[in-house]
């Protein structure tokens, strides 16, 4: 295995893929994104097929669809015995490790008698049980903390959550340059380094608190408010800590013989957010660009031609078996995704015509987190959802998805169903095909008698649900 490159997963949360400098976006400085993308692959049109923590992390190490993985929901686990890219790398002679959030692994009753009483409601500071940790060796981690200067992690066997002392991307930057300096194991290393920032609750050091809200350039379907430019402001904060942690990265990696110009680095998120388009604050769940567009950057010098931006469709259901192909390590039959690594070394290739998209399991924290399928194409972006609706969006056209054209274009919305019903049953859809085909349109209008009336972006709001608590 000495010719193995080391193989690096810098993964964050809820980093939507335009948020950069190297794609466009006015307001924010990543020189160190930008360096990778420069000296690799960026992929302007990257999406996470399922928009939303815990599936998108089952998709991202199974190489599988959320609708027919080994995490089918938001509260689902990594099951026991689902190969992962852990254990395929392992069994290729790699050593893996993982360090930070993991999300896919949260069991009510696993957590200490020391944590209960500071317990998040849902289990975020539950320690994740060995057979849920998809094969990773080591395990500096923990499910998730949502406080960025108090948290927690787990640290192998152990059975007690100790402090993360310091800004969260800060001190898990530190301890993988801590593990790859005093890495010496003869097999190469697969190592994750996943962080919570730029996920909310919005948080930043202060000296990453540069923007002015009032100076921001914000996106045509932002709704324009003092609180939602005052939100974006730490956003941009966030993912600026981010870029500088992942130059922290790259200088270790530089600064050791074993990792310099041996390491292939891969930078991308789970999901995007919102963020005041749409109107929606700390919110993904849904097909729109902001919350399904990711950033999916890779680098390895004398591996990955130097191209800067691709604009092939790219999904985290292609980074598995990326990731075998470029090690020329063989895919397994139960990969659904697509080998990029021909596009990575600059040779000819051609990429999926359309990605599947999907919502599978959705936390239901109210009546606009729905489940629904979807399909992305060069120009289209098509959903439908639970509730027998559906989207339509013309990405060259309308790319801030502002107007839903399914009403008034039947027939192409029935050319994409029908293309997205062959893309279900390729990939085992296990109920959506019979919704799509038999499904009975339900009684109208649902009435949502939450205390605090929402409003969303689903099309199903449209007669379909009423506020019983509206003003």
């Known amino acids: ?95 893996t490790a993982y360090i930070g959030k993991w999300h896919c692994g949260i069991v009510r009753d696993q957590i200490s008698e020391s944590a209960a009483p500071t317990a998040h409601r849902h289990g975020g500071t539950n320690r994740t049980p060995e057979y849920h940790r998809a094969g990773f060796q080591d395990w500096l981690a923990f ?149 399904s567009r990711i950033p999916a950057i890779f680098h390895a010098p004398g591996r990955i031609a130097p191209q800067g931006q691709r604009n092939e469709l790219f999904s985290l259901v292609d980074l598995l078996p990326t990731t075998l192909g470029l090690l020329d390590i063989a895919i397994p039959a139960h990969c659904q995704g697509t080998d990029f690594a021909p596009a990575l070394r600059g040779q000819d290739f051609t990429g999926p015509d359309a990605i599947l998209t999907e919502m599978v399991g959705s936390p239901r924290w109210n009546m606009d987190f729905i489940d629904w399928r979807g399909l992305v194409t060069p120009r289209w972006k098509y959903g439908f959802y639970e509730t027998g609706d559906e989207l339509l969006f013309d990405l060259q056209e309308d790319p801030y998805e502002v107007t839903n054209l399914a009403e008034g274009r039947p027939d192409l919305c029935a050319e994409l169903r029908a293309r997205l019903l062959e893309e279900l049953k390729a990939t085992r859809e296990p109920y959506f095909d019979v919704l799509i085909e038999h499904g009975v349109a339900p009684d109208r209008p649902a009435l949502n008698i939450a205390r605090w009336p929402t409003t969303g972006v689903s099309p199903a709001w449209k007669g379909m649900i009423r506020n019983l608590h509206d003003a």
């Open 1 to 95: 295995m000495a010719n193995q490159p080391h193989v690096i997963y810098i993964l964050s949360d809820e980093h939507f893929g335009g948020a950069m400098t190297h794609m466009g976006d006015p307001n924010l400085r990543t020189p160190n994104m930008d360096r990778l993308a420069a000296e690799g692959i960026s992929f302007s049109r990257a999406y996470a097929n399922c928009p939303i923590c815990t599936p998108s992390r089952g998709t991202i190490f199974s190489g599988r669809h959320a609708h027919a993985g080994p995490v089918q929901g938001f509260w689902d686990v990594y099951k026991a015995t689902a190969p992962s890219t852990a254990t395929l790398l392992r069994a290729a002679g790699y050593h």
């Open 143 to 291: 499910e998730y903390n949502d406080d960025y200067s108090n948290g927690t992690y787990y640290h192998q066997d152990g059975v007690e959550p100790i402090p993360l002392a310091g800004y969260q991307t800060d001190v898990l930057t530190n301890f993988a340059l801590e593990y790859i300096a005093d890495y010496t194991r003869d097999e190469p290393l697969f190592l994750v380094l996943s962080v919570e920032p730029p996920h909310f609750p919005l948080e930043a050091p202060e000296t990453f608190k540069r923007f002015d809200p009032e100076s921001l350039e914000v996106r045509p379907n932002f709704e324009d408010t003092p609180e939602m430019r005052e939100q974006l402001a730490l956003y941009y904060a966030m993912i600026e800590n981010l870029d500088h942690n992942i130059g922290r990265l790259l200088k270790g990696l530089d600064a050791s013989g074993n990792f310099r110009d041996n390491t292939a680095t891969v930078y991308f998120s789970d999901h995007g957010d919102h963020m005041g388009s749409h109107g929606l604050f700390q919110r993904k769940e849904h097909p729109h660009e902001e919350a």
